[in-house]
C-alpha cells in the first residue's frame, strides 16, 4: 500500500480543524465559504498565487464530487486508465497500482 506523505498529512489535520470550527461556529463558516483562501492561509495552508478556491457544501440530499484537472504531463495522462484512475490524483488512496500522480502532487 503507498504510504501516506507527512506535509498531505497534516494539510488533512488543519482542513480537519477548519471544518470541526466551521461547523461550531456560524460566522467562522460564513467567512470559510466568503472567503476560503484567507481562512486557509490563516490557518497555516499554503495557497498559490493565482489560485481560486471555491468551498462547497455538502448537504444531506447533495454530495459534491470533484474531477481533479488533467494533469499537465502527457506521459501521467497516458497512465491514467480506467484501472487505475479512480486510486490516483487524491481522489481516494493510492493502490499498489498507483499511477505515481499521487506521488507528484503529495511531494509538491
Not at 470550527?21 to 456560524?26: L, N, T, V, Y
Not at 484537472?69 to 499498489?96: H, K, M, N, W, Y
Amino acid at each position: 500500500m503507498h504510504e501516506p506523505h507527512p506535509k498531505r498529512e497534516a494539510q488533512q489535520r488543519t482542513w480537519a480543524k477548519i471544518v470541526a470550527q466551521a461547523w461550531a461556529d456560524p460566522e467562522f463558516r460564513a467567512r470559510l465559504l466568503a472567503d476560503p483562501a484567507a481562512v486557509l492561509k490563516e490557518a497555516g495552508l499554503d495557497v498559490p498565487d493565482g489560485v481560486t478556491l471555491r468551498v462547497m457544501e455538502d448537504t444531506a440530499s447533495l454530495t459534491h464530487v470533484v474531477l481533479p484537472a488533467l494533469p499537465d504531463s502527457a506521459e501521467i495522462g497516458e497512465q491514467l486508465d480506467a484501472r487505475i484512475a479512480p486510486f490516483c490524483c487524491g481522489v481516494f488512496l493510492c493502490t499498489d497500482a498507483c499511477c505515481g500522480a499521487c506521488d507528484a502532487i503529495c511531494q509538491s
